[in-house]
T-cell receptor, first 114, second 113 residues
Framework: AQSVTQLDSHVSVSEGTPVLLRCNYS??????LFWYVQHPNKGLQLLLK??????LVKGINGFEAEFKKSETSFHLTKPSAHMSDAAEYFC????????????FGQGTTLQVKP | KAGVTQTPRYLIKTRGQQVTLSCSPI?????VSWYQQTPGQGLQFLFE???????NKGNFPGRFSGRQFSNSRSEMNVSTLELGDSALYLC????????????FGEGSRLTVL
């Protein structure tokens, strides 16, 4: 069965400093992994996805994530945080082949301080 | 290209009533999935429809049901509402293949009193 664990429920950084949001996954086969972001009272927006083409995945708004099979991790990073990055971030694994079922982590709230 | 549209955006019901939520997917998308988001349980998969057939189902009671029409629009219904059904219900559409991106609507926020 597939699952994801987000290691931090809340992360606080200062504007201009790096962001690291941690995610570990469990999958019985080669996973498809995603990071989604949710701003207050909004739906979910895809930041980036990994589907085995390259281990370092670049996404929108300067975010990137590295797939590490040996560590079963898919951490999200950004070199320099902006105030507009404050939101909730979800690490997600595709639940099974050929379906629209996603399994979400519990989410990490990113706070960006001025 | 229009995004995923969910209606209504907000609604208030009382216990015992039923509710129907609607989702119009992105044009050309044949898969529609539904998710429930609550502070305590997070985001949980309800069910997915592909070409009018339920393809996958989460662990929710039978009071939660859905359907998909020939134009890919989908509805979900919750009968005999309980206080715990208060949540943000999100719909997502995709082309339907593995690893494909799901595009989410802004959700329907249901409050049960």
């Amino acid at each position: 069965a597939q699952s994801v664990t987000q290691l931090d429920s809340h992360v606080s950084v200062s504007e201009g400093t790096p962001v690291l949001l941690r995610c570990n996954y469990s999958s019985s086969y080669s996973p498809s992994l995603f990071w989604y972001v949710q701003h207050p009272n909004k739906g979910l927006q895809l930041l980036l996805k990994y589907t085995s083409a390259a281990t370092l995945v670049k996404g929108i708004n300067g975010f990137e994530a590295e797939f590490k099979k040996s560590e079963t991790s898919f951490h999200l990073t950004k070199p320099s945080a902006h105030m507009s990055d404050a939101a909730e971030y979800f690490c997600v694994v595709h639940g099974s082949s050929n379906t629209g079922k996603l399994i979400f982590g519990q989410g990490t709230t990113l706070q960006v301080k001025p | 290209k229009a995004g995923v549209t969910q209606t209504p955006r907000y609604l208030i019901k009382t216990r015992g009533q039923q509710v129907t939520l609607s989702c119009s997917p992105i044009s050309g998308h044949r898969s529609v999935s539904w998710y429930q988001q609550t502070p305590g349980q997070g985001l949980q998969f309800l069910f997915e429809y592909f070409s009018e057939t339920q393809r996958n189902k989460g662990n929710f009671p039978g009071r939660f049901s859905g359907r998909q029409f020939s134009n890919s629009r989908s509805e979900m219904n919750v009968s005999t509402l309980e206080l715990g059904d208060s949540a943000l219900y999100l719909c997502a559409s995709s082309l339907g293949g593995y690893g494909g991106e799901l595009f989410f609507g802004e959700g329907s926020r249901l409050t049960v009193l």
